[in-house]
């Protein structure tokens, strides 16, 4: 396979050099795309700042009905989209589907928000009246992770321009074919020239470029927390605003009275789905010791039964993105050992070819080991016990993290009390990874700032112009 070295507009970059994209499943290269730069970032923005009066001017059901074209043209290239998704990152053919699923809806609920938009009136008393006006804040920057890649461009691409933007997206270096994709599907819906335009090339020029320009109104930033602060600092210089999402610890919290069967099915699911990179993976399991050795089994047999391999033979994991990260995780899995926590020698026997780690669950861990606080970001399961909920709630939030918890209780009252003191910005009841294109997520602490999905991440995009009037009075 081949992918266009492109940059805005189609345009190769301006020094003609590439950067190789390589099928992680077997660690070959399948394409190559365009390194762009400062250059490119500039020549991006002054693409889109050109479209932002169109997109401004046009009402809000028009680009409602466009945003919906949009989600036809995904719709009806889901499956190449899905394999080229799954080409790229190595996730299985199945996941990739119901991601590129997941940007359909994305596009379909913004489609629908597009027309909510409106402002307040405040009267002031006799002769005074005073309104707000929502107005787009022009040019929105998306740097994109590699995890998910299509589904996280959609899932902030979509409300800005359902707010009347225009968008310039640095996808992932490791992860950039679906994004060149979308290109021709938002051509196809009927955008205006430069309303969406691509730069690939690599985090610290690129996105380093893309965060400090001067002709952005918002960014969006997904990614690691040294990378976000970066790109903080960046944005500060124009004091644009931004929006971060830098990733978690999250807990799955266990209580005894939980079906323990079901709970070993969701924690499973939460910490192997993609392979574990997920920002919101539930990656620790906090489990009253009273069931933990019980709960404990039921996870290793799941985890031990699940299949690895490539993405395109659909198994129930892929590999990790790039050898760098495998090392990292691996890294990560002796470290545990070596903090005294125990991890037997998972059952599968890793492909030959390409970047694979297989589930692994710790058992004898400490709240200070590292493998208990620090983001993994691939298979890998931290169990700790406890015998209070006041314990389990300190287990909880004994990182720097703040983004995802898991509670799993037969209690309602005991799920509600635990959701209302946790502190964390997404929490789930029995039923992990639950939520949509229509539940706000986002975290706290060192997970990021800001939030995405709802009606609340239009705010992002926007700006309130509030205007103040005296009238004469009458006579």
Same mark, same amino acid.
């Given at each position: 396979m081949t992918?266009?070295?492109?940059? @805005?507009?189609?345009?190769?970059?301006?020094?003609?050099?590439?950067?190789?994209?390589?099928?992680?499943?077997?660690?070959?290269?399948?394409?190559?795309?365009?390194?762009?730069?400062?250059?490119?970032?500039?020549?991006?923005?002054?693409?889109?700042?050109?479209?932002?009066?169109?997109? !401004?001017?046009?009402?809000?059901?028009?680009?409602? !009905?466009?945003?919906? !074209?949009?989600?036809?043209?995904?719709?009806?290239?889901?499956?190449?989209?899905?394999?080229?998704?799954?080409?790229?990152?190595?996730?299985?053919?199945?996941?990739?589907?119901?991601?590129?699923?997941?940007?359909?809806?994305?596009?379909?609920?913004?489609?629908?928000?597009?027309?909510?938009?409106?402002?307040?009136?405040?009267?002031?008393?006799?002769?005074?009246?005073?309104?707000?006006?929502?107005?787009?804040?022009?040019?929105?920057?998306?740097?994109?992770?590699?995890?998910? @890649?299509?589904?996280?461009?959609?899932?902030?691409?979509? @409300?800005?321009?359902?707010?009347?933007?225009?968008?310039?997206?640095?996808?992932?270096?490791?992860?950039?074919?679906?994004?060149?994709?979308?290109?021709?599907?938002?051509?196809?819906?009927?955008?205006?020239?430069?309303?969406?335009?691509?730069?690939?090339?690599?985090?610290?020029?690129?996105?380093?470029?893309?965060?400090?320009?001067?002709?952005?109104?918002?960014?969006?930033?997904?990614?690691?927390?040294?990378?976000?602060?970066?790109?903080l600092r960046a944005a500060a210089e124009h004091v644009t605003p931004v929006v971060t999402e830098l990733g978690g610890k999250s807990p799955q919290i266990v209580f005894a009275d939980a079906d323990l069967d079901e709970v070993a099915r969701q924690v499973v699911l939460g910490f192997t789905a993609n392979s574990g990179q997920y920002c919101d993976a539930g990656s620790r399991v906090l489990v009253d010791r009273a069931v933990a050795a019980d709960l404990v089994e039921r996870i290793r047999v799941r985890a031990g039964a699940l299949t690895l391999g490539a993405g395109a033979d659909d198994p129930d994991l892929g590999p990790m993105v790039s050898a760098q990260h495998r090392r990292r995780v691996t890294d990560y899995v002796d470290l545990g050992r070596a903090e005294g926590a125990d991890a037997p020698t998972p059952p599968q026997a890793l492909p030959t070819v390409g970047h694979f780690v297989a589930p692994t669950v710790f058992t004898a861990v400490t709240p200070t080991m590292r493998i208990a606080r620090e983001e993994i970001f691939g298979p890998v399961l931290a169990v700790l016990e406890f015998g209070t909920e006041a314990e389990a709630l300190d287990l909880a939030d004994a990182t720097d993290y703040g983004l995802g918890v898991g509670i799993h209780t037969a209690d309602v009252d005991r799920a509600l009390r635990v959701a209302d003191r946790v502190d964390a910005g997404y929490v789930m009841v029995n039923d992990y990874f639950a939520g949509g294109p229509a539940v706000p997520f986002g975290g706290t602490k060192l997970s990021g700032t800001g939030r995405e999905r709802g009606l609340v991440a239009l705010e992002s995009y926007l700006t309130r112009k509030t205007v103040v009037v005296r009238r004469a009075p009458c006579t």
């Open positions: 992918a266009r070295a492109v940059v @805005p507009g189609n345009h190769e970059a301006l020094d003609g050099r590439t950067l190789p994209v390589e099928d992680p499943s077997t660690g070959t290269v399948i394409a190559h795309v365009a390194r762009g730069g400062a250059a490119e970032v500039d020549r991006a923005v002054a693409a889109t700042r050109a479209a932002t009066r169109t997109m !401004r001017d046009s009402l809000p059901l028009e680009r409602g !009905r466009a945003l919906r !074209r949009l989600a036809v043209e995904v719709d009806a290239a889901a499956e190449d989209l899905a394999r080229l998704e799954s080409l790229d990152t190595g996730k299985p053919l199945s996941l990739a589907r119901r991601e590129v699923a997941g940007c359909v809806g994305y596009l379909d609920y913004y489609a629908g928000a597009a027309g909510t938009l409106q402002g307040d009136t405040i009267p002031l008393g006799p002769g005074t009246l005073a309104w707000t006006v929502p107005e787009p804040v022009g040019v929105s920057a998306h740097i994109v992770p590699w995890n998910a @890649p299509l589904s996280m461009l959609c899932r902030s691409v979509a @409300p800005a321009l359902a707010a009347g933007n225009t968008a310039v997206v640095k996808p992932a270096e490791l992860t950039p074919l679906t994004a060149l994709r979308f290109a021709d599907l938002v051509a196809a819906a009927g955008f205006p020239a430069g309303a969406y335009e691509v730069v690939t090339g690599l985090g610290a020029e690129a996105g380093a470029a893309l965060a400090a320009h001067g002709g952005i109104g918002s960014l969006t930033f997904t990614g690691s927390v040294d990378t976000g602060r970066a790109v």
